[in-house]
């Protein structure tokens, strides 16, 4: 299983520069694994950036993955992630999601940066 970070999805749907080297990374089909969290902040930033009809297509294709809920199991054990790793919540449930159904993460977000079981991709600054 592979989770794909938020952050990850982003540079895909935007089509940077970084979305080469994240796309070989993305899981085969019945391998993704979609916290319904990361659903929730890919909502956000579609609705905002793209429309609700974008939105729906890319919400759409989550529903066909293997989407985990946050239930209590789930948000205790972020909680203990959240402490360990110095992670803000969004960041804990995401990877402690992953831990839970032994996945791989692919991010591009720097908080990740040497964890395990984490592919992270750094963006690049700007200008360069």
């Given at each position: 299983?592979?989770?794909?970070?938020?952050?990850?999805?982003i540079?895909?749907?935007?089509?940077?520069?970084?979305?080469?080297?994240?796309?070989?990374?993305?899981?085969?089909?019945?391998?993704?694994?979609?916290?319904?969290?990361?659903?929730?902040?890919?909502?956000?930033?579609?609705?905002?950036?793209?429309?609700?009809?974008?939105?729906?297509?890319?919400?759409?294709?989550?529903q066909?993955?293997?989407?985990?809920?946050?239930?209590?199991?789930?948000?205790?054990?972020?909680?203990?992630?959240?402490?360990?790793?110095?992670?803000?919540?969004?960041?804990?449930?995401?990877?402690?999601?992953?831990?839970?159904?032994?996945?791989?993460?692919?991010?591009?977000?720097?908080?990740?940066?040497?964890?395990?079981?984490?592919?992270?991709?750094?963006?690049?600054?700007?200008?360069?």
């Amino acid at each position: 299983m592979r989770l794909v970070d938020t952050s990850a999805w982003i540079e895909v749907l935007i089509g940077s520069p970084l979305a080469t080297a994240i796309t070989p990374r993305l899981p085969s089909p019945g391998e993704w694994l979609v916290p319904t969290i990361v659903q929730f902040e890919l909502a956000k930033w579609l609705m905002r950036e793209t429309g609700d009809e974008t939105c729906d297509r890319v919400i759409a294709f989550t529903q066909t993955c293997v989407v985990a809920g946050l239930d209590t199991r789930t948000a205790l054990f972020a909680a203990e992630v959240a402490a360990r790793h110095t992670l803000a919540m969004a960041d804990a449930v995401v990877y402690a999601t992953a831990l839970m159904w032994d996945a791989d993460v692919v991010t591009c977000d720097r908080h990740f940066e040497g964890l395990p079981r984490v592919d992270y991709l750094p963006k690049q600054p700007l200008g360069t």
